[in-house]
């Protein structure tokens, strides 16, 4: 049998993040051999994640970061709270958000094929399943690409956003601002113009039906619902909203304080509790 060292074990476990005794495990039943060590990991980790398929990975981490012009937010889900705070669990969604704002791929299946450590992270998740002992699934992924990108990440890890803005060298409070805009509020779009059709059809259409339910004058119902519409836009809209630090001003107002060509191009908003 061969001797493994402590600093063999401690090397495995840099490589893989699995634990000491797993590693020694591994490396003792692959003789020595490294890649035959972390492939039994591997496996080990198709097998805790095909046993545990049907379990629902509804806990977890969303983290946003942008660079410059870019940016980028995902969900890395598992299925405790417990592990969703773990600091490991927390690198390895770190180190998929730099990779996805490094490649800015062009959706969630050519994230998971970007390799992490020699592995695609499609892989790397499945290896990380038998380390950590539950489902782990990259939930979601989405960027922003604009003049100046801003994020923001909520402090519990289970909110982020991305907003992107029309304006390069702008102070980064602005962008941050907006971001935090977005996380607070949950705008449907920057602008009513943005709003689906669908959306606004299913607004008046609740507007005519409280008109009527409140026995207003059938000439009248059409012109309320359009009022009741005009106050979801407020609402609802980015830029239409109160700005939360300033409940007297609007997003847009706010933005034209700093530039007066300034606006929000697009954003991105998501949160582990939908």
């Known amino acids: 049998m061969a001797q493994i060292t402590a600093s063999e074990v401690n090397k495995l476990r840099k490589m893989t993040g699995a634990g000491m005794m797993d590693c020694k495990k591994a490396l003792l039943e692959a003789e020595g051999d490294f890649d035959k060590a972390q492939q039994i990991i591997r496996e080990k980790g198709m097998a805790v994640a095909n046993k545990r398929s049907d379990r629902e990975a509804s806990e977890g981490v969303v983290l946003a970061k942008a660079e410059g012009?870019?940016?980028a937010i995902i969900a890395l889900n598992c299925e405790t709270d417990f592990v969703a705070k773990n600091e490991n669990f927390v690198a390895f969604a770190e180190k998929i958000l730099a990779k996805a704002v490094e490649n800015a791929p062009a959706d969630l299946e050519a994230l998971n094929s970007i390799e992490i450590e020699g592995m695609k992270i499609s892989e790397k998740i499945v290896e990380q399943t038998g380390v950590i002992g539950e489902k782990i699934e990259l939930k979601y992924f989405?960027?922003?690409e604009a003049d100046q990108?801003?994020?923001?990440?909520?402090s519990d890890k289970k909110?982020?956003?991305l907003v992107g803005l029309n304006k390069a060298g702008l102070e980064e409070q602005i962008g941050?601002?907006?971001?935090?805009?977005?996380a607070a509020m949950d705008p449907v779009a920057v602008s009513k113009d943005q709003v689906a059709q669908a959306d606004i059809d299913k607004e008046l259409e609740i507007g005519r039906h409280q008109a009527i339910a409140e026995g207003k004058p059938e000439e009248l119902i059409d012109k309320i619902a359009q009022g009741k519409l005009g106050k979801f836009f407020k609402e609802n809209t980015l830029l239409s909203q109160a700005f939360i630090k300033?409940?007297?001003t609007s997003v847009e107002q706010y933005l034209k304080q700093a530039d007066k060509d300034l606006t929000v191009t697009e954003f991105k908003r998501y949160s582990i509790k939908q």
């Open 69 to 71: 012009n870019k940016g």
């Open 149 to 154: 990108v801003s994020a923001y990440i909520h």
């Open 176 to 182: 941050k601002d907006v971001a935090m805009q977005v």
């Open 246 to 248: 300033d409940n007297k």
């Open 159 to 161: 909110l982020a956003t």
């Open 142 to 144: 989405d960027k922003v």
